[in-house]
């Protein structure tokens, strides 16, 4: 399969379908079943082949489990499979987020600096881990994609979405580069 479509809310282009399986929580995954190996290749593949793409969650391409996936700059990307937040700490800060799946947007989101995770790696293995600054930002947006949540639920009060123009020249569907 390799790279695959980013399906995206109704706002962005998506069908209700799309939109109601982003906006549902998955299920855990299962160590030994193909399709999870599958899956996260497909994640891998799709993340890589958009510099902007810090990380992807498995409903970003349509499969209701959990895993999702977050770009390292020093080292190979985190592959985190059934994760769950343990804690969150340090200060609150605002920055700006934006999502594959709400497609050339961007809104507001305050989040502590600090979270805890844990999760299982690729070889099944129970780890955790801490991660701060931008790098828990995106674990937690990740995470967040997991439950069901999109960042535009978590907005602060006084913030809208916007649009930002990072994704110029980009599309979500795979199909349009030629790349399958
Ligand atoms: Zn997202």
């Known amino acids: 399969m390799g790279r695959r479509d ?7 282009g998506g069908s209700p379908e799309q939109e109601q399986l982003l906006r549902s929580r998955t299920q855990l ?3 030994g079943a193909d399709d ?26 349509g499969v209701p489990l959990r895993v999702a996936i977050v770009r390292r700059s020093d080292a190979d990307p985190l592959v985190l499979i059934n994760p769950e937040v343990t804690a969150t700490s340090g ?14 947007l961007c809104g507001e989101v305050e989040r502590r600096d600090k979270v805890r995770v844990r999760y299982q790696d690729r070889s099944g293995a129970s780890v955790e881990e801490q991660f701060h600054g931008f790098e828990s930002r995106v674990v937690q947006h990740e995470i967040d994609h997991l439950d069901g949540v999109l960042y535009d639920e978590r907005l602060n009060t006084d913030a809208s979405l916007e649009s930002i123009d990072i994704f110029a020249g980009l599309t979500p569907q795979a199909s349009d580069s030629g790349v399958s």
Do not use: H, N, P
Request: glycine content about 4%; aromatic content about 8%.
């Open 6 to 12: 980013i399906w995206q809310v109704q706002r962005t």
């Open 29 to 31: 995954a299962t160590f």
């Open 36 to 61: 999870l190996d599958r899956l996260i290749a497909d994640l891998l593949s799709t993340m890589s082949s958009y510099s902007i793409c810090v990380g992807l969650a498995s409903t970003q391409i």
């Open 91 to 104: 200060k609150k800060d605002s920055k700006r987020e934006s999502c594959m799946s709400i497609w050339g």
